[in-house]
């Protein structure tokens, strides 16, 4: 259902490259042109509606500061050198710096700059959302070779005005009266896997998910960090109060491990699903607690709304060096990383998706499968299994395929279906206890559907 085909590798491949050529070199921030043209592009993989929260908007505790735009910034020496050149990387200004047009000293310009001397090649990422100030951002390397005794000329083209929020937003509609959250950030410039990774997934997943139909509901949403989270929330609270769980997608195609940022619950239904999905798929992983100091799983999960949220990624944020710096490029991440990491993703919702509980026709004692078709019709050579291994034939003259259940194998996964169904143990809660994959359980329940067995019940 959600599997990728092999066909569809190689476009994911094209598409990812193209786009993240696309995206990366866009200054984003929580407001702005740069969002509005980052989700612009994304509609170009996807559609999915645009919508804007205005300035000054309360949200709870907090406001929606004005709207930032910058078209340039630098510092100059005397000569007219750019010594820091916004046009050059744009992390190089302080995110949501004040205008300003001075000619300052060195001393007076130095407590304006941010450097990483740990990372000497390194440009910082800083921020400056709500404190209006200005500063910029250059290596270790670059001030030091700047020349202390001069003065520069310092400059930020940028506009601070009533504006707005800007977030993107999708909502597929299931049948099971369940609903789960996809949720990114789009507020980062030019860092890839923090968060350039994390929106062009989102694309994706949104893109698979929106041509099949779904069991539950699926509610997408790409937002600026914490600020448009928060003001989510505000503007949807009583829907956000029925979500079930989601996951919030960030840092997905770092040439590192595998991990899982766990929901707050810890053992929750996406906790227990992503746990089997990488055994299912035995893939290697490191799974980190839940902290509040994450990301937007933190509002979603806050005392009010309680939503179960976990992250899975590809070299998680705070955990690889290159984190929240020009180190983070479009050298560091690939392609190949991020359709890894949406193949990840994919198993754990269709897991999702066939976690139906059901209800026993027969709940009396064991069913006769027989007459239904699903036993053999000669009996006395159940687990009399001697495979005949030249032939590739099984003891009961059955072909044996791999990933797939051979008869009697089958007819013992049907009846510990049959003793497990009671109307309150969930198909994925059999599959652990039963460990079998949920793909093979999910179609032989539906053999069950159809001989009149068992019902789904939700």
Sequence with gaps: MLELEKNEYAQLMKDADLFFKKLFPICRSITGNGVRKTLSILQEIVGFDIKEIPSGTECYDWIIPDEWNIKDAYIKDPSGNRVVDFQRNNLHVVNYSSPLDKILSFKELQKHLY???????????????????????????????????????????????????????????????????ISSYCCHPSLANDNLSGITLWAFL????????????????????????????????????????????????????????????????????????????????????????????????????????????????????????????LEFISAKNLIKTLRIYLHAIEMLERNITFASMMPYCEAMLGKRGLYPKVGGHYKQNKPCEDAGINGHGYEIKPGVLIPEKEIDAMLWLMFYIDGKTSLFDISQKIDIPMKQLYEISQKLVQAGLIKPIT
């Design 206 to 329: 949104l893109k698979k998910l929106s041509k099949i139909k779904t069991f539950h509901s699926y509610r997408f949403i790409l937002v600026p960090e914490t600020i448009g989270a928060i003001a989510y929330l505000k503007s949807n609270e009583p829907l956000m109060k029925t979500v079930n769980g989601g996951f919030v997608i960030t840092s997905v195609a770092g040439p590192g491990e595998f991990g899982y940022k766990s929901s707050f619950i810890k053992n929750h239904l996406i906790d227990r699903v992503v746990r089997k999905t990488f055994q299912e798929l035995d893939e290697y992983y490191i799974e980190y607690p839940f902290h509040v100091t994450g990301s937007d799983e933190t509002s979603y999960s806050s005392p009010f709304f309680r939503i179960p949220v976990g992250t899975i990624c590809k070299d998680k944020y705070f955990e690889y060096p290159y984190y929240h710096t020009s180190l983070d490029n």
């Design 115 to 181: 450097t990483l001397p740990d990372m000497p090649e390194a440009i910082p990422y800083r921020t400056s959302y709500y404190n209006k100030d200005w500063g910029f951002c250059l290596s270790q390397k670059q001030l030091d070779s700047m020349n202390k005794e001069i003065k520069y000329h310092v400059k930020i083209e940028s506009t601070l005005k009533p504006g707005n929020l800007t977030y993107g937003e999708s909502y597929i509609k299931g049948t099971s009266g369940k609903e789960y959250l």
